[in-house]
């Protein structure tokens, strides 16, 4: 199994990021998918997932509104498109999907393959 993220990079505050993340050995499916976050010095975040829970999307508090999690199942792909991006955003941004369906949406626990992450700096 293999996650592969991309599209991060470096932007200015106020700017747009589209990540990428393409599945291979996985068929994404309905199997619940997240996006982590692990900024300087902070704990690892959970910002968002899909199928999960009641089978609708999460997203924590500090990128809702901001940020969209959707998935191309045909190009077994999961996007995070990051809207109004701050410096607070800066990180390593972490693809993950768990082998459960509908798993808790705000458990981090759970997710058992892992892409190798993807730099998004937001300059202010």
């Known amino acids: 199994v293999q996650l592969v993220e991309s599209g991060g990079g470096s932007v200015q505050a106020g700017g747009s990021l589209t990540l990428s993340c393409v599945a291979s050995?996985?068929?994404?499916?309905?199997?619940?998918i997240g996006w982590f976050r692990q900024a300087p010095g902070k704990e690892q975040e959970k910002s968002s997932c899909i199928n999960c829970g009641d089978g609708t999307s999460y997203y924590a508090d500090s990128v809702k509104g901001r940020f969209t999690i959707s998935k191309d199942n045909a190009k077994n792909t999961v996007y995070l498109q990051m809207n109004s991006l701050k410096p607070d955003d800066t990180g390593v941004y972490y693809c993950?999907?768990?082998?459960?369906?509908?798993?808790?949406?705000?458990?981090?626990?759970?997710?058992?393959?892992w892409g190798q992450g993807t730099q998004v700096t937001v300059s202010s």
């Open positions: 993950t999907a768990s082998t459960v369906r509908a798993l808790a949406r705000l458990t981090t626990g759970g997710y058992e393959y």
């Open positions: 050995g996985f068929i994404l499916g309905d199997h619940t």
